[in-house]
């Protein structure tokens, strides 16, 4: 498991025993299990800041995940250069699933393969369907995202990390831009 991974996999053990601990603090029968739990979340805290520390550290290897996004975005482009060769066709919003939007869910998790395996290059595919969608500010985004991360550097995994919360956000913005339309 990597830094990332073990990062993550922290915080979200920590709102699972926030979770725990405001159900249990709410009984008065299972005190002994509300001390157990805190002592376990005060572990995890301190697991998770010695992780922060770490992750903050400068190391060479950093860069290798914003090489790795820059694979993704670029991979996402190409499949859009594709997708435009063929005349009327549009990236497909669902991704061959009956899930509306889940084209932005897959682009979120590839570049999160590439985060949280420090450096892991997904295989990028978009496919494409006939369903018409002015797809332009997604593609403007991941454009202006690799042109970014070209001109960048990072010289800690703290930064991927961040820089990663930026990509998800303007992706989430798109999201609820075409929520309002309807078409996901």
């Known amino acids: ?77 190409k ?13 497909d919003l669902n991704q061959g699933t009956v899930i509306p939007g889940h084209l932005f869910g897959k682009i979120l998790n590839d570049f999160n393969i590439a985060l949280k395996y420090e450096g892991g290059l997904p295989v990028v595919e978009i496919y494409m369907s006939q369903e018409k969608w002015d797809y332009e500010p997604l593609e403007s985004l991941i454009d202006n995202i690799r042109n970014e991360l070209v001109k960048a550097s990072f010289t800690t995994k703290m930064e991927a990390i961040k820089y ?4 998800r956000k303007s992706i989430l913005a798109i999201v609820e831009d075409l929520r309002k339309t309807r078409l996901i």
Do not use: C
């Open 164 to 167: 990663f919360g930026h990509i």
């Open 79 to 91: 499949s859009f250069a594709q997708i435009k060769r063929w005349g009327d066709y549009y990236p």
């Open 1 to 77: 498991m990597t830094s990332i991974e073990r990062y993550y996999e922290l915080i979200y053990k920590i709102d699972m025993s926030d979770f725990k601990i405001k159900l249990l603090s709410n009984s008065t029968d299972e005190k002994k299990d509300l001390i157990n739990e805190l002592q376990t979340r005060d572990i995890l805290l301190e697991e998770l800041d010695a992780i922060k520390t770490k992750i903050s550290e400068t190391d060479p290897e950093a860069d290798n995940i914003r090489t790795a996004f820059i694979h993704v975005a670029n991979g996402i482009l």
